[in-house]
């Protein structure tokens, strides 16, 4: 693999996240103007809203480009990648800095997995006190269904929750904690009743983002039983802003771990090796791999379709935190900081916790030779919590 070189000088770099190898997907707006599909290219942007077939675009979203399904991508990406290659006609281009980016595509439904293993043994060790897998972990891919409607985009501010931090306890979460994830994003849905395979479930993923899991681990401890994570989580999940495509990344599979159930089993490796790391403010906390994962996106879906449920276009699967298996390479400060009690040591303080003000960030990049598939960041800054309101005091 190597750079391909574009006319956009910019592309070339082999620091941008955006070269033509890449070509991710967004939806940007210039001045308040209407929300319009494009593509990244270097520090710039390549308006695709009048491409593709008759008004696919017309929504200012992916979704209906998504449903079409791999064949209409793949003459997309072709035809994209003709256009800014070097030697092709120079166009107009969008700036990415006189650009605002919004959600890419609308999401259906949200889910969220759990298949970082040194995330899941570490929760074990300070939750249980044991550092062990539960006890169906290596069997089956646990998740729960999250919320779709406070999926962010990048640079949305998140408030801190109100919630019930144990009995009796009310007020702002004094736990607020991040989590480093991939999400993938579904291009093409299944029936209701019909299992997939894990090979037609990759088939099915668009793309990935990176993705933030905002957790508030006070609320969270105290209402996961029975039934697991509610509102501790129910309040943001960031999103970055470019969908890179599936295609971006075919260089970059690696096998998952073997599966205990056939139905499970890969085909292709449908982990990625995917550079990870993590901002507080300007400082990087934490540094991890993709490749930490478990299970793959692919094998999520096929589990997730199982039982027949049916899969839609722009569903969002969160992959679980990505740990690695020391410290400064967790991806949750509650492991960060072992649950607030060896608080990290930082430029500008100590923190446990997110405290106000604070902005976490996101990165993410696969490192080819002599260019990168970038993701771009994920970001979010941490808005004091709403006063308590008379009729909750
Ligand atoms: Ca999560």
Sequence with gaps: MALKTSWVASANDPDSDFPLNNLPYGVFSCGGGRRRCGVAIGDSILDVSGMGPAGVFDAGNWNAFMALGPAAWA?????????????????????????????????????????????????????????????NWLHIPIGYNGRASSVVVSGTPVRRPLGQLG???????????????????????????????????????????????????????????????????????????????????????RPAPAAPLPYLREVRGGLYDIELSVYLGDEQISRTNATELHYSAAQQLAHHSLSGCPMRTGDLLGSGTISGPTAGTFGSLMELSWNGEKPLKLANGERTFIEDGDTLTLKGHAQGEGFRIGFGTCEGTILSAINTPDWAR
Aim: charged letters at 20%.
């Design 75 to 135: 003459d997309f990406r072709a035809e994209v990648t003709a256009i800014l290659a070097e030697g092709a006609a120079e166009r107009g281009l969008v700036r990415q800095a006189d650009a605002q980016l919004h959600m890419p595509f609308a999401v259906a439904e949200y889910t969220d997995f759990y298949a970082g293993r040194h995330h899941a043994e570490n929760m074990g060790e300070m939750l249980r006190g044991a550092k062990s897998l539960p006890a």
């Design 167 to 253: 009995q009796g306890r009310f007020g702002p979460t004094e736990k607020l904690d991040i989590e480093l994830e991939l999400g993938a994003v579904v291009g093409t849905g299944s029936a209701m009743g019909q299992p997939v395979s894990v090979a037609k479930a990759d088939e099915m993923i668009f793309g990935f983002v990176l993705l933030n899991d905002w957790s508030a681990r006070d609320i969270q401890a105290w209402e996961y039983q029975p039934l697991g994570p509610f509102q501790g989580k129910a309040f943001a999940t960031s999103i970055s802003p470019w969908i890179v495509p599936k295609a971006a990344l075919e260089g970059f599979r």
